[in-house]
Every structure is written in C-alpha cells, then in structure tokens.
C-alpha cells in the first residue's frame, strides 16, 4: 500500500480544489463521514442513549471534528464539541462548519481543563473524537497549552478514541511523537495512509488505521509517485518465488551459513533451521570444530561441517575451506552467533570480498564497525544487512533525530545496500531509496534468536530466486507473520523462536491459500 508525505497530500487537495473546482467544505464533509462512522461503530448501544466528545483545534482537522460532530448529533447523539485552539484562528471551512453545527442547536465550547464539569462529561462519554491536529504539525506541542491537556484527558479515559486523519501529535512523514501524542483506537485518515502512521510510535497512536475516499480524483490520486510502501499479503503473495512441481534439491537454491562460536551454539542452528523451513534445496552450516558436535546432533537437515577456531571462534584458517564451500552456493549468510575478536573481525570483511550474494547479521555486522569500506565496495553486489537498532548505530545509522525511516534511506542510499532496520514494524531501505514498511510481527519476536531465525529466511528466498529487495521484505513479514501465528497458539511471552520457525509453515500456506 503507498504512503503519502503531508507535502503530497497539501498538493493533492491544492489541486483538487483549484485545479478541478471541488469546494473545500465538500472535501471537509466528505472527511467529517468517515469519522463519524468510525465512531457510529464503536458506539455501545443506541446512538440516541451515548455520548461522544470532539475535541478540535483551529485549523481544518478541527473543522472535520466540527462536521463529524453535526452528522452525529443528526443521528441521534448527545455530542459536544471543545475547541482548544483559538476560536478567532478558525479557518474559513472551521468557521462555516461551526455555523452548520449552531443551526442544528449545538454550540461549540471552549475547552478548558480547570472545569470540573466539562472534564467529568467527557470521562462519562461512549467515544471520544480527536480533531485537534492535522497532518501538517511539525513541531512538538507546548506541554503547558491546552492541546497537551486535551490530549492527557483522552488517553486518560476509558472511551474509544477516533482520530480525524492522524492521531494528533504524530509527525505524519515519520512517526515521532512530537512532545506528546493522542493514543487513538482508530484512525480515519484521508486519501492515502500517511508515512508516520505504518512506523514506531506512529503506529503504536494510530490504531486500526482506515483509509476513507473524500472524492479526491483518481487521476489526481495515481500522479503521486511514493518511494513509502507497505508489505502487506498481496506484497508477500506476489513476491513469492514459484516452485516448480517437479523441482530437485538442487533447483531451489545453495546457501551457506557461516557463524557459531562456544556459548552460541543456539543462533546458527537456528538460522540453518529457518533456512530448509523456508524452502532452501540444500543449507550447508560452517562452525568452528569447538561445536561441530553440537551443531552436528541439533541439525538434521541442514548439513553441518567443522572449521578451524581459536578459543572457540573461527579465525582465519578457516577462510579457505569457507571460500571453497561457498564457491558452490549461491548465497553467504554471515554472522550468527559468530561472536566478537580480531580474527572472525578479518574473517568477515575478507569473505565480504565475494561476488556471491551476502545476508549480514548479527556480529557480521558488528565486525564492520570502523570497516564501512568494505560495506561500500560491495556496492555492485547483493548485500543485505539485518542490524537492529544497536547495531545499526554501531555501523553510523543515524537515530538521534527519532526519523527511522530516513535514517534507513539515507544508510542504504549512502552505501548501496538493501538494509533491513529491525524492530516494531521493521523497515527495508533499498539503494535506490525505496522504503518498505513490514506490518507484522509482535512483541513474540523480541527474544534472542528471532533475528537468527529472520536471516535464515530472507537468505532461504534470496537463494530460491527472490529479487533481492523482495527476498528482504518478504522475509520480514513471513518471519512477522510466523511470529503472529505462534503467539495465537502459544502466547507473545511462550512462543520461543523455534516456535516461530515451526510456524513458518502455516505462513506459508496462509500466502498460497489467499
């Protein structure tokens, strides 16, 4: 699904209105149906026995609160309005909604959270409607002002809250809160969803979010070229490689993990695990001789074989044998489990020296610290890194400004990879600057060993003849949905990453049957 930027959806409405003629106040009611029907539903009984509080501020987000108000006092409701902005900032639309609202007999009020009971109604309320700002907030609200205290009162009562657009307080193009934020059960937004709704703290304010059609014109909508996408299953299906019905082992792809050290025994039977779950032909393990044994007892599809070690991690004896298996393999995943000191350091950044395609996770990524050199010169070459967000900044990926979504695009751009940022709705930058937003995946997968399990099936893809980029999405949200569907049978706190893996298969099917 595309996301728009809130530039993009100011040019969209710019053109609709003055280049196709369509009033504004009829893309304001428009807007106004789409919230009220969001609260419709979420009312408990008879709309004629509830309550619901709009809460609106100055600008035409306050306006589509106004409306949606008077189409809900129409069918019945007891509903106030409280404005916390000014009432003399009021846009045109706002001011002409606020006149259609007064000839129905309802006034709107000044917001003011001294007034017991003002605040004593709106905690009785059934559902509660935030209104207050738009898409175009970009810089963070004034915790003294009344916006903040509008916002504390609804995230501290018990009603639902439908947020007009987006959840105020979000920033729309990159999910940060800015000072504090509407912690909303639904959002209707307007004409696409927006960037800040599908990531980090974003996601976690927005809700179910709904897309709702306010007649902005098809041709208009199909001329906004986004590089913001969401995976979801109609991604997932269609980036599914094919698998042929009389296929061999050798027909679905060779990969090579290479990782383990004593004391991580457990991360790269994992991967090695993801990988043949995934539908890999043949999946060859590399670990050092200290744990061969181990490795050799646990893995019973994937093929295991001893490398030289010192202290119990692979040192650079070991870079003959690896480059020799790997010359028969069609992908290189490297670094789980491996552990951290100056040799499996070498070993990494002198394996990174492959044209082979590499998935790089784990301490594979935190070797290249100080060594981005290496990253850069494979710019030509398929490389796919899995770091969270410790990694990532270990690596140079900037986080300080909260932008998750441009921290990725520009690393990926900056150095010509395909990076996938881990972490709630995990996000796939590519090269070329296209970001993807997965939406799976829960608090199940945040144990150790998730990520293990996540390279073995992104590098599992890319062997079986996944694009790259769609190998790495599609990857995220099989590993995201395996995630899901385990935590249904087992809980978010039981599921272990063996049970993800386990259930790799029914998000498999889940693809194939849709």
């Not at 609106?56 to 609160?65: A, H, I, L, R, V």
């Not at 017991?116 to 002002?145: E, N, Y």
């Not at 979000?170 to 696409?192: I, N, P, Q, W």
């Not at 070229?225 to 997932?236: G, I, N």
Request: proline content about 4%.
């Amino acid at each position: 699904m595309k996301l728009a930027t809130a530039a993009q959806m100011k040019e969209l409405d710019r053109q609709a209105i003055e280049e196709r003629g369509i009033p504004s106040i009829e893309l304001m009611e428009r807007a106004a149906e789409g919230v009220a029907a969001a609260a419709l539903e979420l009312l408990p009984e008879d709309p004629a026995e509830c309550r619901v509080a709009v809460f609106c501020g100055s600008g035409n987000n306050g306006g589509d609160g106004i409306a949606a108000a008077r189409l809900l006092h129409c069918k019945g409701v007891n509903v106030r309005v409280f404005l916390a902005g000014s009432k003399e900032k009021l846009t045109p639309d706002a001011q002409e909604e606020t006149r259609r609202l007064a000839e129905c007999g309802v006034e709107m009020e000044r917001f003011d959270p001294e007034n017991a009971g003002q605040t004593d109604w709106i905690r009785t309320c059934h559902v509660l409607i935030d209104a207050l700002f738009g898409v175009g907030l970009s810089r963070p609200i004034d915790p003294a002002s009344r916006y903040a205290a509008a916002i504390r009162l609804m995230n501290g009562c018990a009603a639902p809250v439908v947020a007009a657009d987006i959840a105020s307080g979000v920033e729309a193009d990159s999910g940060r809160v800015l000072g504090c934020a509407v912690k909303a059960d639904k959002t209707v937004t307007f004409t696409f969803a927006k960037a800040g709704q599908a990531v980090g703290d974003g996601a976690l304010c927005s809700g179910e979010v709904r897309v709702w059609d306010i007649g902005i014109p098809t041709d208009l909508k199909q001329g906004v070229r986004s590089h913001l996408h969401t995976v979801d299953e109609a991604f997932a299906r269609d980036a599914l490689p094919p698998r042929k019905a009389d296929g061999h082992k050798g027909d679905f792809g060779k990969v090579l993990i290479v990782g383990g050290a004593v004391g991580y025994t457990g991360a790269p039977y994992l991967t090695a695990l993801a990988a043949v779950r995934s539908g890999c032909g043949l999946v060859s393990l590399g670990v050092p001789r200290a744990i061969w044994a181990v490795e050799a007892v646990k893995c019973v599809s994937a093929m295991p074989f001893p490398l030289p070690d010192t202290g119990g991690m692979l040192n650079l004896d070991a870079l003959p044998e690896i480059e020799k298996k790997l010359s028969a393999c069609d992908v290189l995943a490297l670094g789980p489990g491996l552990g951290r000191s100056p040799e499996t350091e070498q070993l990494v950044c002198r394996l990174l020296e492959t044209e082979k395609a590499v998935v790089l996770d784990a301490d594979g990524i935190n070797a290249l610290a100080g060594h981005i050199d290496v990253l850069d010169r494979r710019r030509d070459r398929i490389t796919i890194l899995t770091p969270h967000d410790v990694e990532f900044a270990r690596l140079g990926g900037d986080l300080s400004h909260g932008d998750r979504i441009r921290a990725a695009r520009d690393f990926a751009v900056e150095h010509g990879c395909i990076l996938v940022l881990k972490g709630y709705r995990t996000i796939t930058a590519t090269p070329e600057g296209t970001i993807l937003v997965n939406t799976t995946g829960s608090s199940t997968l945040a144990k150790g060993g998730s990520g293990d399990v996540l390279t073995g099936v992104i590098a599992s893809l890319l062997a079986q003849g996944a694009a790259p980029v769609q190998a790495a999405a599609l990857g995220v949200w099989l590993h995201g949905r395996a995630g899901d569907l385990a935590a249904r049978r087992l809980s978010a706190y039981a599921a272990t990453p063996e049970d993800v893996t386990a259930a790799l298969g029914e998000a498999f099917l889940s693809l194939q049957n849709s």
